[in-house]
């Protein structure tokens, strides 16, 4: 059974400082994603990893999959009170149309002033 | 990103009631998906559609039920919930073309359930 576990669950952090959330999952799988999820609203895609070595920056994020080791890591540069919100990765193993996606607990990332 | 709207987004009902969720996508996908959002937990996937049949049914119990006329709209049925049952139901779509060729999941605002 594929598990997905991150870390940490709580991530209280500064402005302007640099932080990693992790994400490690049980079994092979050939993609992974992250996604972003604000208070009492849905989740909204950040990135599609798709491969082993892949990298993928969108402004102060940036995302990067190592498949050997089933570990991703979402790297966050010089926070801002904008990034506070539950950041979700999950996990597939089937390259269909209909995907199963197993998602990790969360880490819920609040930005103080 | 308005592609998947879910309908209502607050719900109470009571344990003898009968409701539904409706979600529809507008992204032309062909797989439609339930997920259960509880506090502090994971979010479960409950119901995968594809092509408008059921792939899979994650051991959801008997008193939610899925429907899926067509590729565009997933409805869950609910009947005598238990309180346990409240949580954030999210409904997601996915397809196999164009941008979607990653299969990645749209998801839709949620519908926020309490059974009282």
């Known amino acids: 059974e594929l598990k997905v576990e991150q870390n940490p669950l709580f991530l209280s952090m500064q402005e302007g400082k640099n932080y990693t959330i992790y994400c490690n999952y049980s079994t092979t799988s050939d993609r992974l994603y992250w996604y972003r999820q604000d208070p009492g609203k849905s989740l909204e895609s950040l990135f599609v990893l798709l491969s082993n070595g892949a990298v993928k920056q969108e402004g102060r994020l940036m995302a990067s999959l190592d498949t050997k080791a089933r570990l991703s890591t979402l790297h966050i540069t010089a926070a801002v009170h904008d990034l506070s919100a539950t950041y979700f990765c999950a996990v597939t193993n089937y390259g269909g149309a209909t995907n199963k996606l197993i998602f990790g607990t969360g880490t819920l990332l609040a930005v103080q002033p | 990103e308005t592609g998947v709207t879910q309908t209502p987004r607050h719900l109470v009902m009571g344990m003898t009631n009968k409701k539904s969720l409706k979600c529809e996508q507008h992204?032309?996908?062909?797989?439609m998906y339930w997920y259960k959002q509880s506090a502090k937990k994971p979010l479960e996937l409950m119901f995968v559609?594809?092509?408008?049949?059921?792939?899979e049914n994650n051991s959801v119990p008997s008193r939610f039920s899925p429907e899926c006329p067509n590729s565009s709209h997933l409805f869950l049925h609910l009947h005598t919930l238990q309180p346990e049952d409240s949580a954030l139901y999210l409904c997601?779509?996915?397809?196999?073309?164009?941008?979607?060729?990653?299969?990645?999941?749209?998801f839709g605002p949620g519908t926020r359930l309490t059974v009282l």
């Open positions: 997601a779509s996915t397809g196999t073309s164009g941008r979607t060729r990653n299969n990645e999941q749209f």
């Open positions: 992204l032309g996908h062909n797989a």
């Open positions: 559609y594809n092509f408008k049949e059921q792939t």
